[in-house]
């Protein structure tokens, strides 16, 4: 059984900067590919960022490239969202992910294993 703890999220006005980390209760955490998902009010869950067993390989929706950064140290069993440059439309409930059976995640479909989430809030 993996368990995901996400943290770090919190109250942030636009234009600042937040840094999630998610943990995880698994030895072989390098054997998983990670990723972060945002689910904002009334939307469908998306994929934000995904990274790769080594972190060699790095995945950006459209709408987070070059403020958010995704990394992972697997010595801690932990991955990373830093995010600048926060916006309003940024607010969501942001969760990690993680496959066992993928090298990347890019979509729900190929994640196994689920944080509960944590609460994003951007005032402008």
């Known amino acids: 059984q993996v368990r995901l703890i996400e943290s770090g999220g919190g109250l942030v006005q636009a234009g600042g900067s937040l840094r999630l980390s998610c943990a995880a209760s698994v030895r072989t955490f390098s054997t998983y590919a990670m990723g972060w998902f945002r689910q904002a009010p009334g939307k469908e869950r998306e994929i934000v960022a995904s990274?790769?067993?080594?972190?060699?390989?790095?995945y950006y929706a459209d709408s987070v490239a070059g403020r958010f950064t995704i990394s992972r140290d697997n010595a801690k069993n932990t991955v990373y969202l830093q995010m600048n440059s926060l916006k309003s439309e940024d607010t969501a409930v942001y969760s990690c992910?993680?496959?066992?059976?993928?090298?990347?995640?890019?979509?729900?479909?190929?994640?196994?294993?689920w944080g509960q989430g944590t609460r994003v809030t951007v005032s402008s």
């Open positions: 992910a993680g496959a066992y059976s993928y090298s990347m995640i890019y979509s729900a479909r190929n994640s196994e294993y």
């Open positions: 990274i790769s067993r080594n972190g060699g390989n790095t």
